[in-house]
Structure formats: C-alpha cells, structure tokens
C-alpha cells in the first residue's frame, strides 16, 4: 500500500475526552473514529488489526474444535422472556421495537438464541457434545463508556457455547476453551493470566477472567509472582486429549480478581497486586438456560435431562486496545509481529529523487512478490515527519531508503520495538524481512 493513496487520517491534537494512552493513539494513528459516545468506525488502519485478532481468535477456536457460525445483532425479546433475563439485564439492553410493534433487542450475548439454536436441532445424548461460537458485534448501553474501544457500547466478541451431558462433559469442554484461550492471548503478543471469578450475572459457579496487566487495567488483580513466566507455545496441547492436567499445572499457583481476592492464599511476599484489563472470560453456568428454554436430551434410559453449558467471550475490540496498553512507548504503538497492520514501512527519504524512488519501487514490489505487507511511505514530506508517522503507527520494521545510504548501496532497517538500526545492502536487508 502506498501511503499517499492509503486512508490514514492521522491527528495532532487529540480529544481531551481520550484519557488512556491507547484511545489517544488509536485517534492519533487514524485507526478509528468516534461515531457517537462508545460506537466507533473502524479506518483502515485499525480494520486491518481488527481482522488479524480476529482470525487468531478464530484459527484457536477452530483448532480446539468449536465450530464457527453467524448469529444476528437483532434479536427477538421473546427468547429473554422465556429464560428471565429480559427484565434482569436492565438499561444495559438497547430495546427496539419494529414496525409491527413487536419487541427487538441489539444483542449484549447470545445464550439464550444459541439455546434455541441447539434445543430445535438436538434431542438425543448422541447428539452431544456441541461446542458452537461466532464472532459479532454486541451492543450494551454501558452507563460509562470510556477508554476508546476498551468499553465502548458496540463492540466485536468472540462468544462460544458448549452443550454437554454432565458436568464431566462440561469440564472438558470448559478446559478446551482455557487452554484455547492461553493459545489465543500468548499468540496476540500477550500475557494474559487466568484468574478465579465470580460468575457475575449469567450465573454459575466455575468462572475464570483472562487478564493482561496494564496500569490503565479497571480492575485490581492479585496474582503469585512466578506466574507470567508461565509459557503456554512452548508446546502443542493435544485437544483430544484430556486437558486437566494442564489447566490444574495453569491454577496451581495463585491468581485472582478483586472480587475473589482472598488474601489468605497467597504469601504476601510471593504476591503480585497489579491492574488489569479483562480480555477473555469463561463460564460454567449448568443448566440456568437450558432448564428455562427447555433444552434437553435423553439419556441412553431415554429420560430427558436439561444440558449442561458454558459461554465462552473475547472482547476482540477491547484486545485491540489492550494490546497497545501492553505495547507502546513515547513515540507510538510497538505492534507485535502478529496483528501489525503492515509488516514493514518503506520510507523514501528524498521523494523527487529518481534514485531513491527507483529503489523504493523496486523494494516495494519484490517485497509484495513475497507477500509480505508492505506500507511505503512515497509522500513528499520531510524526513522528520515520516520518521514520526511511521513510529506511530508502530509497525515492526522500518525500511529507510536515503540518498546519502545509496551513494554506499545501503539502506536502513530498523527494528520498531527495540530501535536498534542497521545499515545493509538491498538484497540482505530483504532476506533479513523474508526470514
Ligand atoms: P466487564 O466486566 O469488562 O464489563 P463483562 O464481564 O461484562 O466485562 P463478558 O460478558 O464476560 O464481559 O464479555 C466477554 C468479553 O467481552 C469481556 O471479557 C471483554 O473482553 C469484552 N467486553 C465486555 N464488555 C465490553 C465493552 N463494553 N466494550 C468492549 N469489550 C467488552
Ligand atoms: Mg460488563
């Protein structure tokens, strides 16, 4: 992408309104826009990071073997009445009524339409276990929305929902989205810790919040020192086989939320009180759903029994935030390797100049030839200017042509996180991106 036709309304002055560090970057960076109080527009820029969470999110669910479908935004009230929530949920829940007078509502979560998804489709135990999610934008009319994309009104979660026999049944699916889960945060970049619970309102009474430490974090979370060294890539988990083993190894040591906190469990001088935003929550809620809707399978003995289930969010939205809290120094975002929006930044120092454009051009296509993404800063603006754009946006290397490094047939490549530069010749310098 070339950056004189790509759209990326970059800001100098940020609303006073954008208090933490990611929503100032986020509207410095042209990532998104603020449509009304907590609903954004995705630019460009942050619909290309919006994506790449996504599809990791995705390809983990995947490999631990839910099975991806497309619930609406809108659903109808009635299911909610059926299952109690329509009255509990409160001002959260954006109602709307349609043309024919009837009662709609935009989606804060999807148990009760997966419900009935499962109960008009599955009756019998051998139609069990069902391990279902979808990725969709949710609405909740938070009271205070705030933080950019961290706590906006509309927002991208992933929500899965097992259906199982037993509570045995349930526990094996609920640890197949915990280890999921690890996968899914330690590939974004991140060190996320799972921590004790409370169930809250949907119920429950095994529940774990998937947290990264951050100073901006809404909560306070304890946790035992040695647990972010944890490393969960360091081996493949086999989700065919039983993951007990490693979710106790993952709880052994202690971890918990402010609502949980006890602190009894742990020493003091082995505990760590920090911040910390929530990215990630798994639930196991019985059969609170399945008993009111009436979702039920017979047993081998041919008795109905309601199913046992478990919901399973992400706040794919909220990660992108996150993920700058976690990653950003004084100069801009630091993307990980991972969801950076482009691999690299080309950056032609001298524009009008037929030399360093010819080589520009050139890096430019061998680079996409390779399929690596590639943002090439050809505008006409003063080196200071792009050097700063491009620390902003925070992509991961830098590639910067300067007629003075051509005279000596070296270009510049500089590593964003660490700012370590190094002068090298065309084609090291692209084996270098390629490797
Ligand atoms: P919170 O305590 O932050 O309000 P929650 O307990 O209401 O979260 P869940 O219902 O468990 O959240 O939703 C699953 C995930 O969706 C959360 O872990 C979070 O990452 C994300 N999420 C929840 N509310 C918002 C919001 N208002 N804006 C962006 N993401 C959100
Ligand atoms: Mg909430």
């Not at 949907?202 to 951050?214: K, P, R």
């Not at 003995?301 to 289930?309: A, L, T």
């Not at 700012?419 to 010749?425: A, D, F, I, P, T």
């Given at each position: 992408m070339r950056l004189s036709?790509?759209?990326?309304?970059?800001?100098?002055?940020v609303p006073s309104e954008a208090q933490i560090v990611s929503h100032r970057l986020m509207l410095r960076a042209g990532m998104i826009r603020q449509a009304s109080a907590g609903i954004y527009s995705w630019l460009p820029l942050g619909f290309r990071v919006l994506k790449k969470i996504e599809q990791i999110v995705r390809e983990e669910q995947d490999r631990a073997g839910a099975q991806e479908l497309l619930m609406p935004t809108i659903q109808s009230a009635d299911l909610w009445k059926q299952s109690g929530r329509y009255e509990d949920y409160g001002k959260e829940m954006l109602r709307i009524q349609d043309r024919h007078e009837r009662e709609m509502l935009y989606g804060p979560t999807n148990e009760e339409l997966i419900t009935d998804i499962f109960r008009s489709a599955c009756r019998s135990y051998r139609d069990l276990p069902k391990l279902l999610y979808h990725i969709q934008w949710k609405f909740r009319d938070e009271v205070r929305p705030r933080f950019g994309v961290m706590?906006?009104?509309?927002?991208?979660?992933?929500?899965?929902?097992?259906?199982?026999?037993?509570?045995?049944?349930?526990?094996?699916?609920?640890?197949?989205?915990?280890?999921?889960?690890?996968?899914?945060?330690?590939?974004l970049g991140l060190k996320a810790i799972p921590m004790e619970a409370e169930a809250g309102?949907?119920?429950?009474?095994?529940?774990?919040?998937?947290?990264?430490?951050?100073?901006?974090g809404e909560s306070a979370v304890f946790c035992h020192r040695d647990l972010p060294a944890f490393d969960v890539l360091e081996s493949e988990p086999d989700f065919a086989a039983d993951l007990e083993p490693m979710v106790r190894r993952w709880t052994s040591l202690y971890a918990a939320t402010d609502q949980k906190h006890d602190p009894g469990k742990c020493p003091k001088d082995q505990l760590i009180e920090a911040r910390g935003i929530e990215v990630g929550h798994i639930f196991y809620f019985g059969t609170k759903y399945s008993e009111p809707l009436g979702a039920a399978v017979s047993t081998q003995?041919?008795?109905?029994?309601?199913?046992?289930?478990g919901s399973y969010g992400i706040g794919v939205s909220r990660l992108v935030g996150a993920i700058i809290e976690a990653s950003h120094d004084d100069n801009g975002i630091v993307w990980p390797d991972a969801v950076a929006p482009f691999a690299v930044g080309l950056v032609n120092l001298k524009a009008?100049?037929?030399r360093t454009t010819g080589t520009c051009d050139d890096i430019y296509a061998k680079l996409r030839a390779q399929g690596i993404e590639v943002l090439y800063d050809d505008r006409d603006e003063r080196p200071g200017a792009k050097f700063a754009d491009m620390d902003l946006i925070g992509l991961p290397w830098q590639l910067v042509v300067g007629p003075r490094g051509l005279e000596r047939g070296q270009i510049e490549l500089k590593r964003r996180r660490t700012?370590?530069?190094?002068?090298?010749?065309l084609e090291a310098a692209l084996s270098r991106l390629a490797g």
């Open positions: 036709s790509f759209f990326m309304p970059t800001l100098k002055e706590r906006g009104r509309e927002f991208l979660m992933k929500d899965s929902y097992s259906f199982d026999l037993d509570y045995a049944g349930a526990k094996r699916a609920y640890n197949k989205m915990f280890v999921a889960y690890l996968r899914t945060f330690a590939r309102p949907i119920g429950g009474d095994l529940s774990h919040e998937f947290i990264i430490l951050a100073e901006t003995d041919g008795k109905p029994v309601p199913v046992h289930m009008g100049d037929p700012g370590e530069k190094q002068e090298l010749g």
